[in-house]
């Protein structure tokens, strides 16, 4: 195993080596002691600011959005209430992402545009959190361009808000409170989940793979396994209180469990799966690295978990790839979605891509596009790449003009576009099992939900559909949406999808 780094040599791994190989990674980066304890809401903190309001605005990921249902939990058990307008807010915070710097700028931007309203109400408070907080940069940006801000808190430290928004009150100064690591999980924080069909349950936390132009490593810490037994009273609590699917989160989920002793993601799969009265289970990011063959397994087995997989590629060239420090090369992601789609029939790929790395040639880009072309995934999230400080990539020489990056990534797109499209014209006629959410953003006449393999339908019917799912007949679309009907359970003749 002592070349096993190489990328190389991963293509060729067995089931039981690439094992072995993520356990050798480990004592190197693990959390550390890691304790798992029941968070409770301080006597003192209840109600201390009933009348209030507070506004979150929430960017990044999934994980982030999950975070803003905690931030909004304890701010409920202190008594505030949310608006969705600054001008009535008592509290408004910024729970930001840092994994490319337009959204930054953009945070930076409504900070600056919320100034004034600071100066006409000084009991505002203002308040950075989420994954820019963790970045020193933005520390002292902070300090010096934006003194302003009321609270600065980071990802290891939410469950502190309460202590914290009490602190900013009585302060002049920016109360900052930033952690670098966190080795307690805290079980059962409240949580102010938007009512609905969908939930989203964290898994695991931080990321140990340290892709070199990757923030989130720095910004979320070490991977940290939740208990499988909490995650499973997590999805049955959530059954009862009416939720059809759940999300599983996570940035590696399929390292859940290399921190604990005996479970591992299939296992938890097969558990949640499970949960008396669950419809739908998703998750999401499975990073190409250690999809083992019991995984594929669970996934096919588990009627519950859907046939959707996010697969992140990034790039098509060995040379990026081991550059970027994916730890696998273009031919064992090729090996590996052949596996998957051999064992699960139907499966929908969706993955993301960085074009523009440093040292990206036009023949790198082109293995990115022939991979595209050659695997046909349903959709992608393309990004240029973002040199971020702190970062290995971003020492590196970046003698790429803007004007190539963003050529490369339009080319990219049109590729994606067209297959995109020409999966979802292969719908038509189909006959689907949806499972509503909602009502359509656009007309609230329709009813939207999805097919098992994450495609949006837009349904006409009755608002008490919501939460059902039926067979839907697939009438009409376009490259993002489809149009059906609903059909009669019996009687209908469902297809496997396309
Ligand atoms: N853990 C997931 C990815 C989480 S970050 C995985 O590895 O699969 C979400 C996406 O943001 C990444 O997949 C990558 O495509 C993109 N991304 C991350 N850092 C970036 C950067 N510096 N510039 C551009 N895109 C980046
Ligand atoms: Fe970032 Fe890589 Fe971790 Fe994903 S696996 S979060 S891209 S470092
Ligand atoms: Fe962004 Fe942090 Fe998520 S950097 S992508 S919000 S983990």
């Known amino acids: 195993m002592s070349d096993a780094k190489s990328p190389k040599n991963l293509a060729t791994l067995t089931e039981a080596e690439l094992r072995l190989y993520a356990q050798a990674r480990r004592p190197k980066i693990s959390a550390g002691n890691v304790s798992r304890t029941e968070y409770q809401v301080a006597d003192e903190w209840r109600d201390v600011a009933h009348g209030k309001r507070y506004r ?14 905690a931030l909004a939990g304890l701010l409920k058990a ?62 002292a940006k902070v300090q010096t361009t934006y003194p302003w801000i009321d609270l600065v808190f980071g990802t290891h430290n939410i469950h502190r808000l309460p202590d914290l928004v009490m602190q900013a009150v009585h302060s002049q100064e920016t109360v900052l409170e930033v952690w670098d690591k966190s080795d307690t999980i805290y079980e059962h924080m409240p949580k102010v989940r938007k009512a609905g069909v969908r939930a989203w349950v964290n898994i695991q936390y931080g990321c140990n793979k340290f892709c070199t132009y990757c923030v989130v490593p720095h910004t979320r810490g070490r991977e940290r396994s939740r208990s499988k037994a909490s995650i499973v009273e ?40 499970r949960v008396d009265g669950i419809k739908r289970v998703r998750f999401t990011t499975s990073n190409p690295w250690n999809f083992t063959d019991r995984l594929i397994a669970a996934i096919a087995e588990t009627d519950t978990v ?53 040292t990206e040639t036009e023949a790198d880009f082109l293995k990115t ?31 790429l003009e803007e004007a190539v990056k963003k050529e490369r990534l339009n080319r990219l797109v049109e590729v994606q576009n067209v297959i995109s ?66 059909l009669p359970v019996s009687g209908a003749q469902e297809s496997d999808g396309v």
Request: hydrophobic share 35%; charged share 25%; aromatic share 8%.
């Open 78 to 139: 202190m008594g505030y209430e949310e608006t969705a307008v600054n001008e009535e807010a008592d509290l408004i915070l910024f729970n930001t992402c840092a994994v490319r710097e337009n959204p930054e700028n953009k945070v930076f931007g409504e900070i600056g545009r919320l100034r004034p309203l600071k100066r006409r109400n000084p009991e505002l408070l203002l308040g950075l959190c989420g994954c820019m907080a963790q970045e020193k940069v933005v520390q």
């Open 369 to 399: 596009l022939s991979l595209v072309r050659d695997l046909e995934y349903d959709s992608a999230y393309t990004f240029i790449y973002s040199p971020r400080t702190g970062t290995p990539a971003a020492k590196l020489l970046d003698p």
């Open 234 to 273: 997590e999805v049955r609590e959530l059954v009862e209180e009416g939720f059809a699917e759940v999300t599983l989160l996570g940035q590696n989920v399929n390292d859940y469990g290399l921190d604990l002793s005996d479970v591992d993601f299939a296992d938890l799969l097969y558990a949640v799966g």
């Open 306 to 358: 859907c046939e959707h997989i996010h697969l992140p590629v990034q790039a098509g060239s060995n040379r990026v790839l081991a550059k970027m420090n994916r730890g696998y090369t273009r031919e064992y992601y090729l090996q590996l979605v052949a596996r998957i789609r051999a064992a699960i029939p139907n499966v929908a790929l969706t993955t993301d891509l960085i074009v523009g790395f440093p």
């Open 421 to 486: 499209r020409r999966i979802s014209d292969r719908y038509l006629g189909s006959v689907e099992r949806v499972l509503v959410e909602g009502t359509s953003k656009t007309n609230d006449r329709l009813l939207s939900g999805r097919t098992r393999s994450n495609k949006i339908v837009l349904v006409e019917g009755a608002k008490a559909w919501i939460g059902e799912e039926f067979p839907v007949r697939i009438t009409d679309g376009n490259t993002w949406t489809l149009r059906g009907e609903r």
């Open 56 to 69: 979150i605005i929430t960017y990044g990921c999934q994980m982030n959005e999950h975070d803003t249902e």
